[in-house]
T-cell receptor, first 113, second 112 residues
Framework: DGGITQSPKYLFRKEGQNVTLSCEQNLNHDAMYWYRQDPGQGLRLIYYSQIVNDFQKGDIAEGYSVSREKKESFPLTVTSAQKNPTAFYLC????????????FGPGTRLTVL | SQKIEQNSEALNIQEGKTATLTCNYTNYSPAYLQWYRQDPGRGPVFLLLIRENEKEKRKERLKVTFDTTLKQSLFHITASQPADSATYLCALPSGGSYIPTFGRGTSLIVHP
């Protein structure tokens, strides 16, 4: 998991509530990513950010929002518009745009009750 | 965009044998291909990267091959151990952004 912290590890939410997942890194990496993982599925990209104050939608951005006010932090908000939010959420970083290896956080498991 | 295929069925092998996992892709050959390990309830961990001009890469008991003609990578673990039991993910950069696209992963179970 290196220098990437995700909190909380488990999160429960009632339907209709927004919830924010935290991702903090001390690796001094420029790029940060949010993925969603469902059982038996690959990682699906939600949002990514290559530089502070800039971010782009991934493949499944609907119902999610992000911010990148600091290099170290890339929080993900799961809004009530996300129809099926129960999943395992993974934050990742990469040193730069064209460098290769991604480093992943420990993940947050979100359950909607 | 790339479509990545990994065997969805778990691979069961006996301790000491060589495990071989397959990753196939369908579109253009990527500049490189990566393999990650993921344990239950945890984030993936990078294992190996192989570039398009490399046929084979080794790291301790791990070996990766890359055949751009077959559009396939093979991931081998020699002298497998129960501790090698995990899900192994293949990833390739997709498009000009170099953002990795991940396969669904193959579960490896090594029996003592």
């Amino acid at each position: 998991d290196g220098g990437i912290t995700q909190s909380p590890k488990y999160l429960f939410r009632k339907e209709g509530q927004n919830v924010t997942l935290s991702c903090e890194q001390n690796l001094n990496h420029d790029a940060m990513y949010w993925y969603r993982q469902d059982p038996g599925q690959g990682l699906r990209l939600i949002y990514y950010s290559q530089i502070v104050n800039d971010f782009q939608k991934g493949d499944i951005a609907e119902g999610y929002s992000v911010s990148r006010e600091k290099k170290e932090s890339f929080p993900l908000t799961v809004t009530s518009a996300q129809k099926n939010p129960t999943a395992f959420y993974l934050c990742a970083t990469r040193l730069g745009l064209s460098t290769d290896t991604q480093y992943f956080g420990p993940g947050t498991r979100l359950t909607v009750l | 965009s790339q479509k990545i295929e990994q065997n969805s069925e778990a691979l069961n092998i006996q301790e000491g044998k060589t495990a071989t996992l397959t990753c196939n892709y369908t579109n253009y050959s990527p500049a490189y291909l990566q393999w990650y390990r993921q344990d239950p309830g945890r984030g993936p961990v990078f294992l190996l990267l192989i570039r398009e001009n490399e046929k084979e890469k080794r790291k301790e008991r791990l070996k990766v091959t890359f055949d751009t003609t077959l559009k396939q990578s093979l991931f081998h673990i020699t002298a497998s151990q129960p501790a090698d039991s995990a899900t192994y993910l293949c990833a390739l950069p997709s498009g000009g952004s170099y953002i990795p696209t991940f396969g669904r992963g193959t579960s490896l179970i090594v029996h003592p």
